[in-house]
């Protein structure tokens, strides 16, 4: 059980247009759900929080009108990458709690975003 | 903040040592801590999860510590495999996970 599907697992796009990554909890319902951010040999860094049916929050740092979180459902949150630049390139991974462990997140198998 | 630390940053042993890997973090405030696998180009893999009110937990040939008062926590992987070979990231948890840049670990046949 608990498991999280993200989609795409790869995504290769023009500088300027915007990326839509989505994130499911299959067999549980996710209370809340991480979206993560991790650069090449670097650890995975926390970018919002978002609970279903309420704005994300976001880490310092992050922009939150070029990262738009939306969690409209207990299964399923996306995360959109708004007018991709280059340095947005990296992998992006998501995670969901709730099911039945408490304090657990059950991660999702990541996007890697290639901004060209 | 919660700031982890891993050590070693990258281990390479021939097939079949016995490993520690160790994780230390600043802020015991947490609930729980786990460690994970993550390939190259993957997503993560849970390894093991230890709640904070225990001291170790076992998977198989993986065996995880918790001493929370001192902010440490160790991997012990016995007789590892070229399957191990990963980068192993540890995470404390609170309301949010915080992750060490991990242990990049190679072992070769």
């Known amino acids: 059980g608990a498991v999280v599907s993200q989609h795409p697992s790869w995504v290769i796009c023009k500088s300027g247009t915007s990326v839509k990554i989505e994130c499911r909890s299959l067999d549980f319902q996710a209370t809340t759900m991480f979206w993560y951010r991790q650069f090449p040999k670097q650890s995975l860094m926390l970018m919002a929080t978002?609970?279903?049916?309420?704005?994300?929050?976001?880490e310092q740092g992050v922009e939150k009108d070029k990262f738009l979180i939306n969690h409209a459902s207990l299964t399923l949150s996306t995360l959109t990458v708004t007018s991709a630049h280059p340095e947005d390139s990296s992998f992006y991974i998501c995670?969901?709690?709730?099911?039945?462990?408490?304090?657990?997140?059950?991660f999702g198998a990541g996007t890697r975003l290639s901004v060209l | 903040k919660q700031e982890v630390t891993q050590i070693p940053a990258a281990l390479s042993v021939p097939e079949g040592e016995n490993l520690v890997l160790n994780c230390s973090f600043t802020?015991?405030?947490?609930?729980?801590l786990q460690w994970f696998r993550q390939d190259p180009g993957k997503g993560l893999t849970s390894l093991l999860l230890?709640?904070?009110?225990?001291r170790e937990q076992t998977s198989g040939r993986l065996n995880a510590s918790l001493d929370k008062s001192s902010g440490r926590s160790t991997l012990y992987i016995a007789a590892s495999q070229p399957g191990d070979s990963a980068t192993y990231l540890c995470?404390?948890?609170?309301?949010?996970?915080?992750f060490g840049k991990g242990t990049m670990l190679l072992v070769s046949p």
């Open positions: 995670s969901a709690g709730g099911g039945t462990g408490k304090n657990i997140q059950y």
């Open positions: 978002s609970n279903e049916g309420s704005k994300a929050t976001y």
């Open positions: 995470a404390p948890g609170y309301s949010t996970l915080t």
């Open positions: 230890i709640q904070s009110s225990q």
């Open positions: 802020d015991s405030a947490i609930y729980n």
